[in-house]
């Protein structure tokens, strides 16, 4: 399960992150100076020609690295706590059990 997770984690931190840079970047601007961009787009299009399609996936290793270890373990906790709250504190699935 915690690979499960972790792996689906990382395919939709893969598949988000040149949108999280450019986020980012335009987060980063300051509200009192002028605006180095003006969207999503423009901001899209300055970084790639000023510094390469590689700016997008700079830092990609760590944050996919972050994203497998916390969805593991977020949902991980989420499926104990489910077990402990629905099967009485015990988490033992009972599922296969037949009565």
């Known amino acids: 399960m915690v ?3 972790g792996l689906a984690g990382v395919a939709s ?3 988000c992150y040149p ?3 450019v986020k980012t970047r335009l987060q980063a ?3 009192v100076t002028a605006h ?4 999503i787009f423009d901001c899209l299009q300055k970084t790639v020609k000023q510094e390469g399609h590689n ?4 830092g990609l290793g760590i ?3 972050r994203a497998f270890v916390v969805n593991g373990a977020i949902f991980s906790a989420y499926e ?4 402990c709250f629905f099967n009485n504190g015990n988490i033992q699935d009972r599922s296969h059990n037949v009565e």
Do not use: E, F, H
């Open 3 to 5: 690979m499960a997770v």
């Open 13 to 15: 931190g893969v598949c």
């Open 19 to 21: 949108l999280d840079v």
């Open 29 to 31: 601007q300051s509200p």
């Open 36 to 39: 180095k961009y003006n969207g």
């Open 55 to 58: 700016v997008l996936w700079r």
């Open 63 to 65: 944050a996919i690295a």
């Open 80 to 83: 104990i706590a489910l077990r």
